[in-house]
């Protein structure tokens, strides 16, 4: 088991940019795959984007791809989401979860390691 913990999230301006960091410990980092998924007031736990745990193959919604960007570095143990060009829609609380393996289907049970999440404001 894997312990996350999800930092950077704040209030921005529409256009603005945040990093979003999650810092994993007492687990193999280089063993599992990352994500980050997103929850708005009144909506379902939705996936973001996804790296495979050799950081060879990486997966993004729609919604964001062009925008944001995720990222892992082995030495840290952490992986990151860069987030550009922030829209208020991209509001919600972000959370970090890990996969033992592969990236699987991306679907949120497929993740059973989760950080406790950070709040992302993106303001009109």
């Known amino acids: 088991q894997v312990q996350l913990v999800e930092s950077g999230g704040g209030l921005v301006q529409a256009g603005g940019s945040l990093r979003l960091s999650c810092a994993a410990s007492?687990?193999?980092?280089?063993?599992?795959?990352m994500a980050w998924f997103r929850q708005a007031p009144g909506k379902e736990r939705e996936f973001v984007a996804a790296i495979s745990w050799s950081g060879s193959s990486s997966y993004y919604t729609d919604s964001v791809k062009g925008r944001f960007t995720i990222s892992r570095d082995y030495a840290k143990n952490t992986v990151y989401l860069q987030m550009n060009s922030l829209k208020p829609e991209d509001t919600a609380v972000y959370y970090c979860a890990a996969r033992l393996g592969g990236l699987g289907r991306l679907g949120r049970s497929e993740y059973h390691d989760w950080g406790q999440g950070t709040q992302v404001t993106v303001s009109s």
């Open positions: 007492k687990g193999t980092f280089s063993s599992y795959s």
